[in-house]
């Protein structure tokens, strides 16, 4: 389960502030988030993964307590129990596709490469059909090419939670499709969390839950602006 209590975070020198007084995510539910640009869905998703730190509260991510963590146990943590997908992609330039998906076993001490990993790596490339490319570096490759790139590498893991930032924007109707029916395979195969910020609400059917980043976001847009999750 997701639990977070009291968080409050603010960027140094602006006006944002996300304030969430209490808010719980069951195991294994599918949740999207959709509202409007600016209102704070990726800093949300960034927090849960330990990217970013609030200046109160706690994020509780099953038995791991985020908040409480170092750095380098936050980055341990993301690259093996979150499978991250960022809205811009951030895929290594000089690494070919099959590198790039492999990163999290690259970074993390923890993680082993071994037959298993690649036999998986090959599997996912070829469910988002991009196989025939797994040796071309990722300059190479159109934009919703690098998108599927970036979600193969946040499944490699099999992570607990999933979190994927706009992971169809990119991407034509067909291929939205299959991401979108890949995610949530992956996600009931690990039995992980996925929670998906995203703009198109032809897919909210296809979710247990729908929070709408709109309703949390009342406040006027001035200096006192508070982004609350009820």
């Given at each position: 389960m997701i639990r977070i209590r009291d968080l409050q975070f603010g960027y140094p020198a602006t006006p944002f502030r996300l304030q969430i007084p209490s808010w719980e995510v069951?195991?294994?539910?599918?949740?999207?988030?959709?509202?409007?640009?600016?209102?704070?869905?990726?800093?949300l998703l960034h927090l849960l993964a330990g990217i970013l730190v609030p200046q109160q509260g706690q994020i509780e991510m099953g038995a791991f307590n985020v908040t409480r963590m170092n750095d380098a146990?936050?980055?341990?943590?993301?690259?093996?129990?979150?499978?991250?997908?960022?809205?811009?992609?951030?895929?290594i330039d000089y690494l070919n596709v099959a590198s790039n998906i492999l990163l999290p076993y690259t970074i993390n001490r923890a993680l082993q490469?071994?037959?298993?990993?690649?036999?998986?790596?090959?599997?996912?490339a070829?469910?988002?059909?991009?196989?025939?490319?797994?040796?071309?570096?990722?300059?190479?490759?159109?934009?919703?090419?690098?998108?599927?790139?970036?979600?193969?590498?946040?499944?490699?893991?099999?992570?607990?939670?999933?979190?994927?930032?706009e992971p169809t924007g990119n991407l034509d109707p067909q291929n939205k499709r299959?991401?979108?029916?890949?995610?949530?395979?992956?996600?009931?195969?690990?039995?992980?969390?996925?929670?998906?910020?995203?703009?198109?609400?032809?897919?909210?059917?296809?979710?247990?839950?729908?929070?709408?980043?709109?309703?949390?976001?009342?406040?006027?847009?001035?200096a006192s602006r508070q982004e609350a999750i009820p």
């Open positions: 069951p195991d294994a539910a599918r949740v999207a988030i959709v509202g409007p640009s600016g209102s704070g869905k990726t800093t146990s936050r980055r341990d943590f993301r690259a093996s129990q979150i499978g991250l997908v960022f809205q811009r992609f951030e895929l490469i071994d037959a298993s990993v690649r036999k998986r790596m090959q599997e996912l070829h469910r988002a059909g991009i196989s025939h490319l797994l040796r071309r570096p990722v300059q190479r490759l159109s934009q919703g090419e690098q998108q599927r790139v970036a979600i193969c590498r946040a499944l490699i893991t099999q992570p607990q939670w999933l979190l994927a930032d299959l991401i979108v029916d890949l995610l949530h395979q992956q996600a009931e195969v690990s039995q992980a969390t996925l929670i998906m910020v995203t703009h198109d609400v032809s897919l909210m059917a296809d979710f247990s839950l729908t929070v709408d980043f709109q309703s949390w976001c009342a406040a006027p847009r001035d």
